[in-house]
């Protein structure tokens, strides 16, 4: 059973960043890819980043250029550095994790443990 915690979403103006983290309590966290999920009011929650166990990334277009996504293996985390905020960015923003190196899904069926997500609101 995978443990994820997020923290540091909030309340910014557009144009605004946020870094986000995920710790995962997990003795092999090297072992699982990590992915950002975001849930806005009345829509399905959507795909917005994952990561490879190596490092290697992969983005939803609405978001290419202005999220990263990383991880500090030795520190059981995982970051979603938000730049250029805009409105249309506001959700519960999620962490996942799915056991196994050789892939990193975009899709939430996909991914078997969760956090309790952090809430992101962008004003104009």
């Known amino acids: 059973q995978v443990q994820l915690v997020e923290s540091g979403g909030g309340s910014v103006q557009a144009g605004a960043s946020l870094i986000l983290s995920c710790l995962a309590s997990v003795r092999t966290f090297s072992d699982y890819a990590m992915g950002w999920f975001r849930q806005a009011p009345g829509k399905e929650r959507e795909f917005v980043a994952a990561?490879?166990?190596?490092?290697?990334?992969y983005y939803a277009d609405s978001v290419k250029g202005r999220f990263t996504i990383s991880r500090d293996n030795p520190k059981n985390t995982v970051y979603l550095q938000m730049n250029s905020l805009k409105p249309e960015d506001t959700a519960i923003y999620y962490c996942?994790?799915?056991?196994?190196?050789?892939?990193?899904?975009?899709?939430?069926?996909?991914?078997?443990?969760w956090g309790q997500g952090t809430q992101v609101t962008v004003s104009s």
């Open positions: 990561v490879k166990w190596s490092g290697g990334t």
């Open positions: 996942a994790a799915r056991y196994g190196r050789t892939t990193v899904p975009m899709i939430s069926t996909e991914y078997a443990n």
